[in-house]
């Protein structure tokens, strides 16, 4: 993939993020508090926790941490796979994002 592409795939992907987060809280009262900067997001959650996502351009993955751990995304197939066979970018966010806002969230892939 080249860099390009690259950053077309992981900007469609911080751009759904932060659809998602304004979505989640016109439907829920789950209150995140989701901050850009560059390329970086930070999801505030009601109890204080944060899941930070960003982009690692040089090794073209998104790195997300979150209470459960630290974990890497590299695009397969139009899909942010984890680099550990851990699953899939925005399945995990929406575990992750739901364990620590005590309530069920959903992330989804861009269409």
Not at 4 to 20: F, G, H, I, P, S
Not at 29 to 52: C, E, K, P
Request: proline letters at 2%; a negative charge.
């Amino acid at each position: 993939m080249t860099d390009l592409q690259y950053q077309d795939l992981a900007e469609t992907a911080l751009k759904a993020v932060e659809l998602a987060c304004d979505r989640i809280n016109e439907e829920t009262d789950a209150d995140i508090d989701n901050q850009r900067t560059g390329g970086m997001i930070t999801l505030t959650f009601r109890n204080r926790s944060q899941i930070v996502i960003n982009l690692q351009k040089p090794l073209q993955e998104i790195w997300m941490a979150a209470r459960a751990g630290g974990f890497h995304y590299k695009c397969n197939s139009n899909q942010w796979m984890d680099t550990k066979g851990g699953g899939e970018f925005f399945a995990n966010l929406s575990r992750y994002a739901s364990e620590q806002a005590g309530q069920v969230l959903v992330f989804r892939a861009p269409a």
